[in-house]
């Protein structure tokens, strides 16, 4: 089968910093899933990967979780799906991932893909999705009856771009989101948030222009070191922040006095550590597909850059290393 595969970390202008390749095609086995790919999604985690982690032993390395596409075959254990389902998912990031034409993933983190999306619009939409649903709901543990405010910090990316939106839709907090471009700004408002507001000027004094003095959660998606003594001043006491992205230091300290609530989001930590209620993402993704068919979600697709393959995905990776995109980033087929 066909693949995007890397043997050694490069810097993304290395014309082999990925490589296309092939590779024997899986066999479904136990609650795996063989899903033929039709469309995948980059996502910072790819980048992040390909610059810091290096095959062993000289193997190829397949990055990519983003994934919608169709079910070929199942594992002997398989009870939630057959071949010929069209299926999305994030996949699991200690196994071999998505840019490849077929992939093996646990049906536990697997759902029907919504009816009213194509495979491209669909695949923008996992990873970020659980990111997002996990952080609200799972890690600051928003109820649709809690008041309030809720910081995006971020908000033009993919986990920003889909948050916003559930945010809108399953609670009643004022949803703050953070864009510094034109571009991105326009994109906030567009998806729903109440206010915008610049990260590249003082949090603290965009909320005050804004009439919005404090807050009760932060959602912290990228660039939480260069925030955190502003967030430590504007969460409101007994506020509860979350954190995807890798500080290069973080002081708790400063939210002792407010009582703060410190919370880290991973999406793979269910698959990674095969949890008990691993099965929470596929009921999860479930749920999202029924919003996105009653048009209460829309897709986060941003941007199409052609079919899957070494060159396509390495204008994606810079795209995402510039820090300069929006939304959701997809390759289609092979």
Same mark, same amino acid.
């Given at each position: 089968?066909?693949?995007?595969?890397?043997?050694?970390?490069?810097?993304?202008?290395?014309?082999?910093?990925? +490589?296309?390749?092939?590779?024997?095609?899986?066999?479904?086995?136990?609650?795996?899933?063989?899903?033929?790919?039709?469309?995948?999604?980059?996502?910072?985690?790819?980048?992040?990967?390909?610059?810091?982690?290096?095959?062993?032993?000289?193997?190829?390395?397949?990055?990519?979780?983003?994934?919608? $596409?169709?079910?070929?075959?199942?594992?002997?254990?398989?009870?939630?799906?057959?071949? %010929?389902?069209?299926?999305?998912?994030?996949?699991?990031?200690? &196994?071999?991932?998505?840019?490849?034409?077929?992939?093996?993933?646990?049906? &536990?983190?697997?759902?029907?893909?919504?009816?009213?999306?194509?495979?491209?619009?669909?695949?923008?939409?996992?990873?970020?999705? @659980?990111?997002?649903?996990?952080?609200?709901?799972?890690?600051?543990?928003?109820?649709?009856?809690?008041?309030?405010?809720?910081?995006?910090? $971020?908000?033009?990316?993919?986990? %920003?771009?889909?948050? @916003?939106?559930?945010?809108?839709?399953?609670?009643?907090?004022?949803? @703050?989101?953070?864009?510094? &471009?034109? +571009?991105? &700004?326009?994109?906030?408002?567009?998806?729903?948030?109440?206010?915008?507001?610049?990260?590249?000027?003082?949090?603290?004094? +965009?909320?005050?222009?804004?009439?919005?003095?404090?807050?009760?959660?932060?959602?912290?998606?990228?660039?939480?070191? +260069?925030?955190?003594?502003?967030?430590?001043?504007?969460?409101?006491?007994?506020?509860?922040?979350?954190? @995807?992205?890798?500080?290069?230091?973080?002081?708790?300290?400063?939210?002792?006095?407010?009582?703060?609530?410190?919370?880290?989001?991973?999406?793979?930590?269910?698959?990674?550590?095969?949890?008990?209620?691993?099965?929470?993402?596929?009921?999860?993704?479930?749920?999202?597909?029924?919003?996105?068919?009653?048009?209460?979600?829309?897709?986060?697709?941003?941007?199409?850059?052609?079919?899957?393959?070494?060159?396509?995905?390495?204008?994606?990776?810079?795209?995402?290393?510039?820090?300069?995109?929006? %939304?959701?980033?997809?390759?289609?087929?092979?």
């Amino acid at each position: 089968m066909k693949a995007v595969g890397y043997k050694q970390s490069l810097p993304v202008t290395a014309s082999e910093a990925l +490589e296309d390749i092939e590779l024997p095609t899986p066999e479904a086995q136990g609650r795996d899933l063989l899903v033929r790919v039709e469309a995948v999604s980059v996502n910072p985690v790819d980048t992040k990967i390909r610059q810091n982690v290096s095959p062993e032993g000289g193997e190829y390395k397949v990055l990519g979780w983003d994934a919608a $596409g169709v079910v070929e075959a199942v594992g002997e254990d398989v009870t939630l799906f057959q071949p %010929g389902d069209k299926v999305w998912y994030a996949g699991a990031v200690d &196994r071999s991932g998505t840019n490849a034409q077929f992939h093996q993933v646990d049906e &536990r983190i697997v759902s029907k893909m919504p009816t009213s999306l194509g495979f491209a619009e669909a695949a923008a939409l996992p990873l970020t999705t @659980i990111t997002a649903w996990e952080m609200l709901f799972d890690r600051l543990q928003v109820a649709k009856e809690n008041a309030g405010s809720l910081l995006i910090i $971020g908000a033009s990316g993919g986990v %920003g771009s889909i948050m @916003i939106q559930l945010a809108k839709q399953l609670t009643d907090l004022t949803v @703050i989101a953070t864009a510094s &471009r034109p +571009e991105t &700004r326009a994109w906030a408002q567009e998806l729903g948030a109440d206010h915008v507001i610049d990260h590249r000027q003082s949090l603290v004094d +965009e909320l005050k222009a804004a009439d919005l003095p404090s807050v009760n959660y932060v959602a912290s998606l990228t660039h939480t070191d +260069e925030h955190l003594a502003a967030i430590a001043e504007l969460i409101a006491p007994q506020g509860r922040l979350a954190v @995807i992205d890798d500080p290069a230091s973080f002081d708790i300290m400063p939210f002792k006095r407010k009582s703060v609530s410190v919370h880290w989001e991973f999406m793979f930590t269910r698959s990674l550590f095969q949890t008990e209620d691993m099965i929470e993402q596929h009921r999860l993704l479930e749920r999202v597909a029924e919003m996105v068919d009653r048009g209460e979600l829309t897709t986060t697709l941003a941007e199409e850059f052609g079919t899957i393959n070494a060159e396509n995905l390495l204008r994606a990776h810079a795209l995402l290393e510039s820090g300069k995109g929006r %939304g959701k980033i997809v390759l289609r087929g092979f």
